[in-house]
Nanobody, 121 residues
């Protein structure tokens, strides 16, 4: 099994910054893709930023230029640096990790429980 744990969410004022972290652990052979999604109250979950093993990134238009995704492959960890935060960024942020497990080399697609980010004006 693969476990995913997010951390770093907390209340912050508009214009401020936060750095989220996500650690994947368990029966991991290798990770192919790590991403951050978010879900605001009453809205559907949306992709925020993603990064492949070789460093290719993609971002939602709403966060381009403000958020930066990075990863430490050796630590199976992905980060989300969030700058110039807006009240619209308030949401639960979820980490998604995809890869191949050591168990029979089956693919996995795991999610964390989420971390709350609240941006106040």
């Amino acid at each position: 099994q693969v476990q995913v744990v997010e951390s770093g969410g907390e209340p912050v004022q508009a214009g401020g910054s936060l750095r989220l972290s996500c650690l994947a652990s368990g029966t991991i052979s290798f990770i192919t893709y790590m991403a951050w999604h978010r879900q605001a109250p009453g809205k559907q979950r949306e992709m925020v930023a993603g990064m492949t093993k070789n460093g290719t990134t993609n971002y939602a238009d709403s966060v381009k230029g403000r958020f930066t995704i990075s990863r430490d492959n050796a630590k199976n960890t992905v980060y989300l640096q969030m700058d110039s935060l807006k009240t619209d960024d308030t949401a639960v942020y979820y980490c998604n990790v995809r890869g191949i497990s050591r168990s029979l080399f089956n693919p996995f697609n795991s999610w964390g429980q989420g971390t709350q980010v609240t941006v106040s004006s």
